[in-house]
């Protein structure tokens, strides 16, 4: 079973920065795509961020290009979300997901972490 682990979520104010963090178990992390999803409170979760599994294809949501950076590094078996310019609107739930091939963009994801909270001020 693939756990997945997240970390590097807290409260912050509006314009700031935030890393996160997300460590899987298993050891062909490389073959496999990576995603971001947020979810807030009272709203579906929604896809923020993928990476393939060596990090050549990348997504973003509308929402946060130009703010976000995904990013990762399969000897330490950990994929990253960079969020430069917080706003009080990407305060959610933040979980990162595998997938079952080396990439699936916004959907098909087998398997989630456990989710880390984001919290902007305004």
């Known amino acids: 079973q693939v756990q997945l682990v997240e970390s590097g979520g807290g409260l912050v104010q509006a314009g700031d920065s935030l890393r996160l963090s997300c460590t899987a178990s298993?050891?062909?992390?490389?073959?496999?795509?990576m995603g971001w999803f947020r979810q807030a409170p009272g709203k579906e979760r929604e896809f923020v961020a993928a990476?393939?599994?060596?990090?050549?294809?990348?997504d973003y949501t509308d929402s946060v290009k130009g703010r976000f950076t995904i990013s990762r590094d399969n000897a330490k078996s950990t994929v990253y979300l960079q969020m430069n310019s917080l706003k009080p609107e990407d305060t959610a739930v933040y979980y990162c997901?595998?997938?079952?091939?080396?990439?699936?963009?916004?959907?098909?994801?087998?398997?989630w972490g456990q989710g880390t909270q984001v919290t902007v001020s305004s």
């Open positions: 298993g050891r062909t992390f490389f073959s496999y795509g």
């Open positions: 997901a595998r997938t079952g091939s080396s990439y699936a963009g916004a959907s098909g994801y087998r398997y």
């Open positions: 990476i393939s599994g060596t990090g050549q294809t990348i």
